[in-house]
């Protein structure tokens, strides 16, 4: 079975300032990993993933984030918080079998303070 | 190119009735997965579709819950005699094929049982 936890389920900062989203998953296999945003009242937007390769991945926006498998950790990271980044995040995980279906963590809902 | 779509946006209905909720996948995609995002349970995966086939129904809840796909393309959910617990956001996704394509997700449909 896989997990996903998400430290933290709101998290403010000052526009310009570092935004930093932590997300730590169990999996018995190589996992794939995801970052997913909502926007009110919209669905979820891939940021990036990870599935093989390089560990640091950046995705839309500005986001990145690094695969630590000896800390079984997908933390997401942006440099500089803009007003438009204020939503609420998902961390997801997949085994990457046939079906594919994502385990999310509970969300962080980012706020950002002009 | 149009992304998922789901309809109705918003349904209200009474303790007792059954709804359908129907998802129109991206053009082309193979894969349909449905996923509930609740206040209580978070984003959990119901079921997905490999073209017209389920091989996977693990997530749904109870019984009540039924869904189809005819000719690779729309989706039906199905809850039958609604409970005020099945109140939740319910997410279409589909992708070019199950495996670690991307998932798109739609915009939801918001269940209200009264």
Redesign the interface.
């Known amino acids: 079975a896989q997990s996903v936890t998400q430290l933290g389920s709101h998290v403010s900062v000052s526009e310009g300032a570092l935004v930093l989203l932590r997300c730590n998953y169990s999996s018995s296999v190589p996992p794939y990993l995801f970052w997913y945003v909502q926007y009110p009242n919209q669905g979820l937007q891939l940021l990036l993933k990870y599935t093989t390769g390089a560990t640091l991945v950046k995705g839309i926006n500005g986001f990145e984030a690094e695969f630590k498998k000896s800390e079984t950790s997908f933390h997401l990271t942006k440099p500089s918080a803009h007003m438009s980044d204020a939503a609420e995040y998902f961390c997801a995980v997949s085994d990457g079998n046939a079906g594919n279906m994502l385990t999310f963590g509970g969300g962080t809902r980012l706020m950002v303070k002009p | 190119g149009a992304g ?1 779509s789901q309809s109705p946006s918003n349904k209200v209905t009474e303790k007792g009735k059954d709804v359908e909720l129907r998802c129109d996948p991206i053009s082309g995609h193979t ?1 349909l ?1 449905w ?1 509930r995002q609740s206040l209580g349970q ?4 119901l079921i ?1 579709f ?1 073209g017209n086939s389920a ?2 129904k693990s ?1 749904l809840p109870s019984d009540r819950f039924s869904a189809e796909r005819t000719g690779g393309s729309v989706s039906t959910l199905t809850i039958q005699r609604t409970q005020q617990e099945d109140s939740a956001v319910y ?1 279409c ?1 589909s ?1 070019r094929v ?11 449909t918001r269940l209200t049982v009264l």
Not at chain 2, 42 to 45: A, H, Q, V
Not at chain 2, 101 to 107: I, S, V
């Open positions: 998922v894969a997965y996923y978070g984003l959990e995966f997905y490999q091989p996977d997530g997410l996704a992708s199950a495996g670690t394509d991307t998932q798109y997700f739609g915009p939801g």
